[in-house]
T-cell receptor, first 112, second 113 residues
Framework: KAGVTQTPRYLIKTRGQQVTLSCSPISGHRSVSWYQQTPGQGLQFLFEYFSETQRNKGNFPGRFSGRQFSNSRSEMNVSTLELGDSALYLC???????????FGSGTRLTVV | GENVEQHPSTLSVQEGDSAVIKCTYSDSASNYFPWYKQELGKRPQLIIDIRSNVGEKKDQRIAVTLNKTAKHFSLHITETQPEDSAVYFCAPPPSGGYNKLIFGAGTRLAVHP
């Protein structure tokens, strides 16, 4: 079964800074997708990478970007942080057997 | 475009009662219908899913039913227990073929002992 490791688990940044989050699929799944979870907007799709190529992008500003490496590890970057970027950022790999997706534990980003 | 609606937004039941959560989607070409459970402070986890060629699927106390004509599918939990308390999300991916889950707003289920 796929496992997903996200680092760091918690992060506090100030407005205007930039941040990089990491997602490592244990089993080497080639597809990694990212989601933002906030109390007001729920779970929203950010983007998806497959074999180092971005295949799909959600409705987020260009400050949100990502990439994927040849070992399937993915990073997402948020530049010029705003207070509203405070959220739980989740990555998911899949589909696995039966089309299910496996989520990482997430990175909780707080922007102050 | 893709639109997913989930009802109710909150649900409170007594232990042992049944709970039903409904998800309505807009993409008539969708063919995969999952439900995820997210406990407080934890990651979403797939609990049950169904494909479009099947009308119902059961796994112990949980079941999912699908009505493709009406474009909705439902999560049924019987004999609810306090550990069922969580937020439940439906997330039917669009038919575009890419790994992009469109989540419903979630249903917060509270099971009271």
């Amino acid at each position: 079964k796929a496992g997903v490791t996200q680092t760091p688990r918690y992060l506090i940044k100030t407005r205007g800074q930039q941040v990089t989050l990491s997602c490592s699929p244990i089993s080497g799944h080639r597809s990694v997708s990212w989601y933002q979870q906030t109390p007001g907007q729920g779970l929203q799709f950010l983007f998806e990478y497959f074999s180092e190529t971005q295949r799909n992008k959600g409705n987020f500003p260009g400050r949100f970007s990502g990439r994927q490496f040849s070992n399937s590890r993915s990073e997402m970057n948020v530049s010029t942080l705003e207070l509203g970027d405070s959220a739980l950022y989740l990555c998911a790999v899949g589909p696995g057997g039966g089309d299910g997706y496996t989520f990482g534990s997430g990175t909780r980003l707080t922007v102050v | 475009g893709e639109n997913v609606e989930q009802h109710p937004s909150t649900l409170s039941v007594q232990e042992g009662d049944s709970a039903v959560i409904k998800c309505t989607y807009s993409d008539s070409a969708s063919n995969y219908f999952p439900w995820y459970k997210q406990e407080l402070g934890k990651r979403p986890q797939l609990i049950i899913d169904i494909r479009s060629n099947v009308g119902e699927k059961k796994d112990q106390r949980i079941a999912v039913t699908l009505n493709k004509t009406a474009k909705h599918f439902s999560l049924h939990i019987t004999e609810t227990q306090p550990e069922d308390s969580a937020v439940y999300f439906c997330a039917p991916p669009p038919s575009g073929g890419y790994n992009k889950l469109i989540f419903g707003a979630g249903t917060r289920l509270a099971v009271h002992p």
